[in-house]
């Protein structure tokens, strides 16, 4: 519902910033990928285009961000169009964040019980891990961090979320990661 009434707000916004994204990048200003979403199910995740063409490597996308892109990477303005996502029933606004399907189907046990919710825009993991990009760039090895840190603590972090869920404490991580 609150999306119903966000999306007509931030529309006009979004259109210029997927305008000016399109100039910045040469390329269409939208992203869109695969995420597993509630019950495993596959979807179309938007964001704005941040990064140049070419190959991207996890732990040195900053490097692959034009410098608007960056800043659109830091402020979470790349995010906006996920308000679609949430419009049409894909996410909520506070979850878990959705994986790519290589991470996803890595979930085990009770560790499925993330796939139980819809995936958020925001939620504890994302806010904890608000410079993850920052915290890759300086290990060694990114992607093997990533995998046995990162996406290990950020499981336990949205098993605790879904587990103790409450509207006030979605209120909560909302304000925080608008402040």
Sequence with gaps: MLS???L??????????VLIATLDTKQ?????????????????????RTLK??????????RSATRLGEFFRNTKIDELPQLF???IGDMSFVGPR????????????????ILNVKPGI?????????????????????????????WIDKVEINKKYV???????????IIKSIT
Excluded at 8 to 17: E, G, M, N, V
Excluded at 53 to 62: P, V
Excluded at 98 to 111: E, H, S, T, V
């Design 163 to 173: 587990q103790n869920w409450s509207f006030y404490l979605d209120l909560n991580f």
């Design 4 to 6: 119903v009434i966000l």
């Design 53 to 62: 063409k070419g190959r991207h490597d996890l732990g040195h996308l900053n």
């Design 85 to 87: 996502n949430v419009l």
């Design 98 to 113: 959705p994986d790519i399907q290589g991470f996803a189907d890595k979930l085990m046990a009770d560790d499925r019980i």
């Design 8 to 17: 007509p707000i931030f529309i006009i916004p979004i259109i210029i910033l």
């Design 122 to 150: 925001t939620g504890p993991a994302t806010l904890k891990y608000r410079d993850e990009e920052t915290i890759l760039s300086k290990q060694f090895d990114p992607e093997t961090y990533n995998r046995t840190i990162i």
């Design 28 to 48: 269409y200003g939208v992203f869109s990928q695969l995420r597993v979403g509630q019950h495993g199910r596959l979807f179309k995740i938007y964001k704005l």
